[in-house]
């Protein structure tokens, strides 16, 4: 018997007005997964992963969400499997936390229905559960980038999701609390999530992740676990650039990118 | 003072504010009342043992009532609409005739008068092209492929400016005599020639318009995150917007069909209604809906007792509604950094 995978992406090809994006794009994660995307700018991640929540129609093959296909779930639906954090949010009215929070109830929420004490509570848990509780009154237009990130985590967890789906989750942090929202996503796939994010930082992959992929020029250049993926080779492969790997005493590896000794003709 | 007791204190106010202004709203006027006859008389249709005189009866429930109820009514309706427009169009400075709701009424009215010049046909015709003003708007943004909220914007815009520039082709041809003031000073606002019938006639629109409202404000704040954050937390973002934008429009067209063209109210109440308490929808939408009735009233009051001569309610609703507006603008609000 066949068992079906959490989340599977079979032969996925997308383009933008006429122009292919990528192509054929096939990859399965399971439950506990966490992958990172890795790929230069403007490559195609940010598209991919709004592929993967339905927010863009691919054009050709199947996305499965424990079996199902994501074009025939409604929005609703796939709002209950899958949880996202855009890459950038343009700041709206100044809403308190917790209002922001608890519209990760609106998938068990009818149109009409307004939230009630037990998605209150399922809040206020989600707040409790990254220690952010103390903000909870605070507008959330107010809050640092990294607390920020934590109030949309706080929502995404409201929606009680299988799977999480974070556009470049690192990238308005400082360099500690990059860390630290990583460790996040380390615990939260040890509770069960899966994970799916983008990232800038090929390091990342090493910190958290189970699984890798590379994406450039429509397609995945490679695909594995991160000691077989993030090497030398496909970094420059990726970016065009040399790459060390260097190995920590706790055998946790870092990428350094080597200076291309550019000369402009100033 | 603590938030909580303050927020009950807002609130508090919200709900009685209206009821007050209602009562003394009564007093006002050439003939006068004293406020134990008006509660009296608004008594006795439930009491018949109080003893009212005739004359006094006929003045509060035919003459007052009907411009009250009526001041009530449209400035809920503007405010409430405005409220909603702001949150789910993400911009604090559109109001209730974003999408053209305004300028298609006004042509509507103007057509009306210039070919019957009954009061009836004025007030359905207004209602009518008020709703087609908006479906205009909307269906000219769904031909875009790029259907986003700039674009309907954009063609409320387009619309609202075809609309006047027919408003002043009817004003062209209108005989100067008649037709023209008349023209004028529908589109200037009034609540004086409110009947109990007019308001009859548009309680099935506003009663479904301010429904809807009500029932979908909390999640007005999802659409206020921006469509694909809507999406990905399980709405539609642009069926829910259309069922919203079809409550605002019932809501206005309706209000606008009786009252003519009153400005200001859509855009500066629900920022009042914000300051006091807070974006959330949930209670934004209620607070809105108190304050703009209140705030209508009180004006309309204004126009009747305080000055001799009946000012057109548009004008002074205008000449207080601009000062407000600068006072908030200076002191920095904070959404419009």
């Given at each position: 018997?066949?068992?079906?995978?959490?989340?599977?992406?079979?032969?996925?090809?997308?383009?933008?007005?006429?122009?292919?994006?990528?192509?054929?794009?096939?990859?399965?994660?399971?439950?506990?997964?966490v992958?990172c995307?890795?790929?230069?700018?403007?490559?195609?991640?940010?598209?991919?992963?709004?592929?993967?929540?339905?927010?863009?129609?691919?054009?050709?093959?199947?996305?499965?969400?424990?079996?199902?296909?994501?074009?025939?779930?409604?929005?609703?639906?796939?709002?209950?499997?899958?949880g996202?954090i855009?890459?950038?949010?343009?700041?709206?009215?100044?809403?308190?936390?917790?209002?922001?929070?608890?519209?990760?109830?609106?998938?068990?929420?009818?149109?009409?229905?307004?939230?009630?004490?037990?998605?209150?509570?399922?809040?206020?848990?989600a707040l409790k559960t990254l220690g952010i509780?103390?903000?909870?009154?605070?507008?959330?237009?107010?809050?640092?980038g990294g607390e920020r990130q934590l109030v949309f985590l706080a929502r995404v967890l409201?929606?009680?999701?299988?799977?999480l789906?974070l556009?470049?989750p690192t990238?308005?942090l400082?360099?500690g609390n990059q860390i630290k929202l990583l460790e996040i996503i380390d615990n939260l796939a040890s509770s069960g999530l899966?994970i799916?994010m983008?990232s800038?930082?090929?390091?990342h992959?090493?910190l958290s992740s189970?699984?890798?992929?590379?994406?450039?020029?429509?397609?995945?250049?490679?695909?594995?676990?991160?000691?077989?993926?993030?090497?030398?080779?496909?970094?420059?492969?990726?970016?065009?650039?040399?790459?060390?790997?260097?190995?920590?005493?706790?055998?946790?590896?870092?990428?350094?990118?080597?200076?291309?000794?550019?000369?402009?003709?100033? | 003072?603590?938030?909580?007791?303050?927020?009950?204190?807002?609130?508090?106010?919200?709900?009685?504010?209206?009821?007050?202004?209602?009562?003394?709203?009564?007093?006002?006027?050439?003939?006068?009342?004293?406020?134990?006859?008006?509660?009296?008389?608004?008594?006795?249709?439930?009491?018949?043992?109080?003893?009212?005189?005739?004359?006094?009866?006929?003045?509060?429930?035919?003459?007052?009532?009907?411009?009250?109820?009526?001041?009530?009514?449209?400035?809920?309706?503007?405010?409430?609409?405005?409220?909603?427009?702001?949150?789910?169009?993400?911009?604090?400075?559109?109001?209730?005739?974003?999408?053209?709701?305004?300028?298609?009424?006004?042509?509507?009215?103007?057509?009306?008068?210039?070919?019957?010049?009954?009061?009836?046909?004025?007030?359905?015709?207004?209602?009518?092209?008020?709703?087609?003003?908006?479906?205009?708007?909307?269906?000219?943004?769904?031909?875009?492929?790029?259907?986003?909220?700039?674009?309907?914007?954009?063609?409320?815009?387009?619309?609202?400016?075809?609309?006047?520039?027919?408003?002043?082709?009817?004003?062209?041809?209108?005989?100067?005599?008649?037709?023209?003031?008349?023209?004028?000073?529908?589109?200037?606002?009034?609540?004086?020639?409110?009947?109990?019938?007019?308001?009859?006639?548009?309680?099935?629109?506003?009663?479904?318009?301010?429904?809807?409202?009500?029932?979908?404000?909390?999640?007005?704040?999802?659409?206020?995150?921006?469509?694909?954050?809507?999406?990905?937390?399980?709405?539609?973002?642009?069926?829910?917007?259309?069922?919203?934008?079809?409550?605002?429009?019932?809501?206005?067209?309706?209000?606008?069909?009786?009252?003519?063209?009153?400005?200001?109210?859509?855009?500066?109440?629900?920022?009042?209604?914000?300051?006091?308490?807070?974006?959330?929808?949930?209670?934004?939408?209620?607070?809105?809906?108190?304050?703009?009735?209140?705030?209508?009233?009180?004006?309309?009051?204004?126009?009747?007792?305080?000055?001799?001569?009946?000012?057109?309610?548009?004008?002074?609703?205008?000449?207080?509604?601009?000062?407000?507006?600068?006072?908030?603008?200076?002191?920095?609000?904070?959404?419009?950094?």
């Amino acid at each position: 018997m066949v068992v079906d995978k959490l989340f599977d992406v079979r032969n996925v090809s997308f383009s933008y007005d006429g122009e292919e994006i990528f192509s054929d794009i096939s990859f399965s994660i399971d439950k506990g997964d966490v992958l990172c995307i890795l790929g230069p700018n403007g490559t195609g991640k940010t598209t991919l992963i709004k592929c993967l929540n339905g927010l863009h129609d691919i054009d050709s093959g199947e996305i499965l969400i424990n079996g199902k296909n994501i074009k025939k779930l409604s929005f609703k639906e796939i709002s209950k499997y899958v949880g996202y954090i855009p890459q950038s949010h343009v700041p709206s009215f100044p809403f308190k936390v917790m209002d922001v929070v608890i519209m990760g109830r609106a998938p068990y929420l009818n149109l009409g229905e307004s939230p009630k004490e037990n998605d209150k509570e399922i809040a206020l848990n989600a707040l409790k559960t990254l220690g952010i509780e103390h903000l909870k009154d605070k507008e959330y237009t107010n809050l640092s980038g990294g607390e920020r990130q934590l109030v949309f985590l706080a929502r995404v967890l409201c929606q009680q999701p299988d799977i999480l789906i974070l556009d470049e989750p690192t990238s308005h942090l400082d360099f500690g609390n990059q860390i630290k929202l990583l460790e996040i996503i380390d615990n939260l796939a040890s509770s069960g999530l899966s994970i799916i994010m983008s990232s800038h930082f090929p390091d990342h992959a090493f910190l958290s992740s189970t699984k890798v992929a590379i994406l450039k020029n429509k397609q995945f250049i490679d695909f594995g676990t991160p000691n077989d993926v993030v090497t030398e080779e496909n970094l420059k492969r990726a970016y065009s650039i040399d790459v060390k790997l260097i190995e920590l005493d706790d055998e946790r590896k870092v990428c350094v990118p080597l200076k291309t000794n550019l000369k402009l003709d100033l | 003072m603590d938030k909580e007791s303050k927020e009950i204190i807002s609130i508090a106010l919200l709900i009685f504010l209206p009821i007050v202004i209602f009562f003394v709203s009564f007093l006002l006027g050439r003939y006068p009342i004293s406020p134990v006859d008006v509660v009296k008389t608004i008594l006795s249709p439930l009491f018949p043992q109080l003893e009212v005189s005739q004359t006094i009866t006929t003045i509060v429930f035919e003459i007052r009532l009907p411009r009250i109820i009526g001041a009530l009514v449209v400035g809920a309706s503007l405010a409430m609409a405005g409220a909603a427009f702001q949150s789910i169009f993400k911009n604090p400075l559109v109001s209730s005739d974003l999408l053209g709701v305004s300028n298609g009424a006004g042509f509507g009215a103007a057509l009306a008068i210039l070919i019957s010049g009954v009061n009836i046909i004025t007030q359905i015709f207004a209602f009518i092209f008020g709703l087609i003003s908006v479906s205009l708007t909307y269906f000219i943004s769904r031909t875009y492929k790029a259907g986003g909220i700039l674009v309907l914007v954009l063609s409320g815009v387009a619309i609202s400016a075809f609309f006047n520039a027919l408003i002043s082709a009817i004003k062209f041809i209108a005989d100067p005599d008649d037709k023209l003031p008349e023209i004028v000073y529908w589109l200037m606002g009034s609540l004086a020639s409110i009947t109990v019938e007019k308001l009859l006639m548009i309680a099935i629109p506003i009663i479904i318009g301010a429904a809807i409202l009500l029932a979908l404000r909390w999640h007005m704040n999802l659409l206020a995150m921006g469509d694909e954050e809507a999406q990905s937390l399980g709405l539609n973002p642009s069926r829910v917007r259309l069922l919203i934008i079809a409550g605002c429009t019932l809501l206005t067209s309706a209000a606008v069909s009786i009252s003519g063209i009153i400005g200001w109210i859509g855009l500066i109440i629900p920022h009042m209604a914000r300051m006091i308490v807070g974006p959330d929808n949930k209670i934004l939408i209620p607070a809105s809906l108190s304050l703009g009735a209140s705030f209508l009233l009180l004006v309309d009051n204004i126009s009747r007792a305080v000055i001799s001569i009946e000012i057109p309610i548009g004008i002074l609703t205008a000449i207080i509604g601009v000062p407000i507006f600068l006072y908030l603008l200076k002191r920095g609000y904070s959404e419009w950094s």
